[in-house]
């Protein structure tokens, strides 16, 4: 089990009934209290003359007075949040003036076994059948008695961003969102589910990318008669992958012509890589297209928003988001977020920069317009949280110097995050990984469009993983992902359990994908099942792939020497990715002494992989391109003979005392400790998922 370290951690793990160091004073917060009272009780007095604050701002405030007047309690300072919704009317701001110190941290903390909701949108009301001729002509007739209709004008919003496309691919915001009962509802959109094909392209300008052929206008044929029921709609939106699988992006219907079914769309912004003839797409942003249960329309002129409740509007709030964030901090110390539900706002929830000894501890964070959490600096963390439904990705770990190889040591550990990449579903990770030395560590993922993990940088460890379920959109794509870059080394993937991942329509994806000469990457002890090209080296030098149990994989190891053949324009790129960095100089040369001699000869060859000890049952084994073979190392891998799991039906890929395997060096894989661990610090407890079929066709 991972264990905080700061004082800013005993604190929380004190507050929770654990051993405490020392005695913590508090500041109160209730829906029940008053920003003009002394915000020293958890109640309110009887008369009504002093009690707790009633907003986070006031409780900010008066920290920042103890401060300033140096009255900081040693021991650290408590500000404890009664249960109940706090509707923010801009997002909470702490600046380093808001900052704890190492005999004092700050702690923001939910009431146990309290739900203590921070939300950044507004509760609609006034709901009512729409009557207006003009609308029930719009609408499906399927639709006509069950869309309800609300004024957000008459509830004081006046800011409805216009929907816009995305300036470049996977660059979009969502802007206003619905949500029902706490869960995002669906745009008005056609298809309902999957997409539209694109029988023809018809631009005049051509495209060709290594003999994948179409053209750079986005002019197209459609098939059937559907798009009649668009033509006089405003800001027709198509969201599709126009080119390549992994490059969707949002943009704009200029025109329709239902006579020669042709759709043209505005010419900037234009898919960088082109359209061509078999990719897909869906409209959306359609009141023809409200025509099922948990669909919505905005008329941004008019301010009149139209649902379909999935169930009676009377059960469950009806709510939109409206603020840009939840929490904001910049240049914050020693300060932690514990049991808060954040939710509902139009872009990342928590954006964190310049931090030190920050953690955001048991929190829930959902509902969110952009990412769920951004943070900078060092020595902090997201731990136990359970993130879901955002629109882009989960947490954005950056720190650590580069220069100096200096670590950051952020981490996100032991949280559950699922159902990320709504909006932008492509290159939006559960995890984003950036700098010198994070760690991602115990956490559970699941349920994404597109990879689970993405990093660059230097010396990240990820280990005790567990990710299913993922990548289920697009094909040229991996569970975890990096690449482009010989100097990104260091990096350890360890004790993972990878499994149930099968790419869009079971077309093959990949499982961890060290692309385009992604160098010195260790993958060791981990558990592929059921997933395609599970250790995919995409010509890179100096890899490890030891130690591995792989079941059910086809391939299990891929290696190729694209910088050879289709991928040599990036020759002088490499060289010049690894001249950026002073690799000749201490720290770097003692720290990776194969960079010293990387520009050596023929470069573009792959060399110095090593492949040992790995277990591959069922499945196939190697798919190595055969210039890349010279490079690769292959030392007692177990192919083909049954390896003696415990239980492979039930997925106990623990190894007998027989196993074959031990007889070759293969050393234990510590399966009990992958995954999420039971904690005073887990949002949930206990947690379980259910794994994503392989896709069964139309």
């Known amino acids: 089990m991972c264990a905080y370290t700061s004082l800013g951690a005993a604190l929380i793990m004190a507050s929770l009934g654990a051993a405490p160091a020392r005695t913590a004073s508090k500041v109160y917060v209730s829906t029940q209290g008053n920003d003009a009272w002394s915000g020293r009780m958890a109640e309110p007095a009887k008369g009504g003359k002093d009690g707790p604050f009633r907003t986070l701002e006031r409780a900010r405030d008066e920290v920042r007075k103890l401060k300033a007047a140096g009255q900081l309690p040693r021991g650290g300072l408590v500000v404890h949040i009664d249960g109940g919704v706090y ?12 900052s704890g110190t190492t005999d004092c941290p700050i702690v923001y903390r939910a009431r146990p076994g309290s739900e203590v909701r921070v939300v950044g949108g507004r509760v609609v009301t006034g709901w009512t059948r729409v009557t207006d001729a003009a609308v029930l002509d719009r609408l499906d007739p399927a639709a006509r008695g069950s869309v309800l209709q609300a004024d957000l004008k008459a509830l004081g919003m006046t800011d409805f961003p216009a929907m816009e496309a995305g300036q470049s691919w996977g660059a979009s915001r969502p802007g206003l969102e619905v949500f029902f009962g706490n869960e995002p509802m669906t745009l008005a959109r056609y298809p309902n589910e999957g997409f539209i094909t694109i029988p023809e392209v ?9 003999g994948t052929r179409g053209c750079m206008e986005g002019i197209f044929r459609y098939e059937g008669d559907r798009p009649q029921r668009w033509t006089r709609e405003k800001d027709v939106m198509l969201e599709g992958y126009w080119f ?8 704009k219907v200029k025109s329709i012509d239902t006579t020669e079914r042709i759709i043209t769309l505005e010419p900037t912004p234009q898919h960088a890589y082109g359209f061509r003839n078999g990719m897909y797409y869906y409209a959306y942003n359609l009141l023809p297209e409200l025509d099922q249960p948990g669909e919505w329309y905005l008329d941004r002129d008019s301010g009149i928003l139209y649902i379909w409740p999935p169930s009676p509007i009377d059960g469950s709030p009806v709510s939109v988001s409206v603020l840009p964030g939840l929490v904001t901090m910049q240049g914050v110390r020693h300060v932690t977020f514990r049991g808060f539900t954040f939710e509902c706002c139009q872009g990342t929830g928590l954006s964190i920069r310049d931090a030190e000894d920050v953690q955001i501890a048991g929190c829930v964070i959902r509902n969110t317009g952009a990412w769920a959490v951004e943070l900078s600096g060092r020595d902090s963390s997201v731990a136990g949280c359970d993130i879901y439904n955002t629109a882009d990705g989960g947490v954005i770990l950056s720190g650590g110097d580069r220069p100096s190889l200096t670590p950051a040591n952020l981490s996100v550990d032991n949280c559950h995050i699922w159902r990320y990449g709504r909006w932008n579903p492509i290159c939006k990770p559960a995890v984003q990984v950036n700098g010198v030395g994070n760690r991602v560590t115990h956490n559970l993922i699941n349920d994404g469009p597109h990879m689970a993990i993405m990093w660059g940088g230097n010396d990240h460890v990820f280990e005790y993983n567990e990710i299913h379920s993922v990548v289920h959109s697009a094909n040229d794509a991996g569970i975890m992902y990096a ?6 080394r260091g990096h350890m993937i360890r004790h993972n359990y990878f499994h149930h991942v099968y790419g869009f329509q079971n077309r093959g994806c990949n499982g961890v994908y060290l692309d385009d000469m992604f160098c010195s990457a260790t993958i060791y002890g981990n558990v592929f099942y059921k997933v395609p090209r599970a250790a995919f080296i995409g010509g890179g030098h100096d890899n490890v792939v030891e130690n591995n149990i792989f079941v059910d994989c086809n391939p299990a190891l891929h290696v190729d020497a694209r910088m050879m053949n289709w991928a040599a324009a990036s020759v002088p790129i490499m060289r010049e990715r690894l001249e950026a960095v002073p690799y000749r100089e201490e720290p770097w040369r003692s720290r990776y002494p194969q960079l010293l001699t990387y520009l050596d000869g023929n470069y573009a060859q792959p060399r110095g992989n090593l492949v040992a000890r790995n277990i591959c049952w069922g499945g ?6 055969e210039s890349a073979r010279p490079g690769v190392e292959l030392v007692d891998n177990l192919v083909g003979v049954d390896p003696l799991f415990v239980d492979a ?12 395997a031990w007889k070759l060096g293969f050393q234990r894989i510590p399966t009990e400790r992958i995954g999420l661990y039971e904690s005073p610090l887990r949002a949930s407890w206990p947690v379980v998922t259910t794994v994503r079929p392989p896709w069964e066709g139309e």
């Not at 509707?87 to 808001?98: R, S, V, Y």
């Not at 390549?244 to 943009?251: N, T, V």
């Open 202 to 210: 018809l631009g005049t300008t051509p495209q060709d990318i290594r």
């Open 87 to 98: 509707e923010l009317q801009q997002p909470f701001a702490l600046t380093a003036e808001d």
């Open 649 to 660: 039906e039930g997925g106990d890929f623990r190894l007998r005392e027989d196993s074959p």
């Open 483 to 488: 690449g482009y870059d010989p100097a990104m």
């Open 244 to 251: 390549w699988d992994w490059a969707d992006q949002r943009l």
């Open 620 to 625: 196939s084994w190697d798919e190595i391109e």
